[in-house]
């Protein structure tokens, strides 16, 4: 069963747009929910994180929104680059009671110039 | 260059034998994860290390597999018997105590033939 899904295999972007990725979760335990980026031959690289007792945390171009009632979270870039083009990986963890983290199938967005 | 490092990069091997795989944590890092990611999958969790204690085993990690961290830095991720469907790209990754994010080697791809 996938816990953490991620069904948008692929995005594709222009240039300075707004770039929504989109994560959904199915158990109610998770509490921490992490962002990866993925370039090819390159393991993934942590991006942003959020706790379950925010619904937004930002850094520079990047905010994830949590909506816990709809088991759902989104990052937001903005302004697209094409340095952004990569696999973009969503994980959740349960805090307590587990070392495990559960990733998504990942979604690879394109940003083209 | 401080980060995660996986040896070897990529290994072909035949069904049947035996493989080893090395990961190099970051110095400080006391926390250690292995992972397993197939060709559209997102990183699936095997095992978890605190320094030398192995705490955590999902039930995809089969007793063909073993980990060790003998002296709590680097790690050893053995398969015996390889089969085909073994074949993957096998990441490591490290934090620290208290941090929730991780930082990912590059991975050891294996090919079983």
């Known amino acids: 069963d996938q816990q953490v899904k991620q069904n948008s295999p692929s995005l594709s972007v222009q240039e300075g747009r707004i770039s929504i990725l989109n994560c959904d979760y199915t158990?109610?335990?998770?509490?921490?929910f992490l962002w990866y980026k993925k370039y090819p031959a390159e393991g993934p690289t942590f991006l942003i994180s959020?706790?379950?007792?925010?619904d937004k945390n930002e850094d520079g171009r990047f905010t994830v929104f949590l909506n816990k009632s709809a088991k759902h979270l989104s990052l937001h870039i903005v302004p697209s680059q094409p340095g952004d083009s990569a696999v973009y990986f969503c994980?959740?963890?349960?805090?307590?009671?587990?070392?495990?983290?559960?990733f998504g199938t990942g979604t690879r967005l394109k940003v083209l110039a | 260059d401080t980060g995660v490092s996986q040896d070897p990069r990529h290994k072909i091997t035949k069904r049947g034998q035996n493989v080893t795989f090395r990961c190099d944590p970051i110095?400080?890092?006391?926390?250690l994860y292995w992972y397993r990611q197939t060709l559209g999958q997102g990183p699936e969790f095997l095992t978890y290390?605190?320094?030398?204690?192995?705490?955590?085993k999902s039930r995809l990690l089969s007793d063909r597999f073993s980990a060790e961290r003998p002296k709590g830095s680097f790690s050893t991720l053995e398969i015996q018997r390889t089969e085909q469907g073994d074949s993957a790209m096998y990441l490591c990754?490290?934090?620290?105590?208290?941090?929730?994010?991780?930082?990912f080697g590059p991975g050891t791809r294996l090919l079983v033939l």
């Open positions: 990754a490290s934090s620290l105590d208290g941090v929730l994010s991780q930082y």
């Open positions: 158990n109610s335990m998770f509490d921490y």
């Open positions: 959020i706790s379950s007792i925010k």
């Open positions: 994980a959740a963890h349960r805090t307590s009671g587990t070392y495990k983290y559960i």
């Open positions: 110095s400080e890092h006391n926390r």
């Open positions: 290390f605190q320094n030398e204690a192995q705490l955590e």
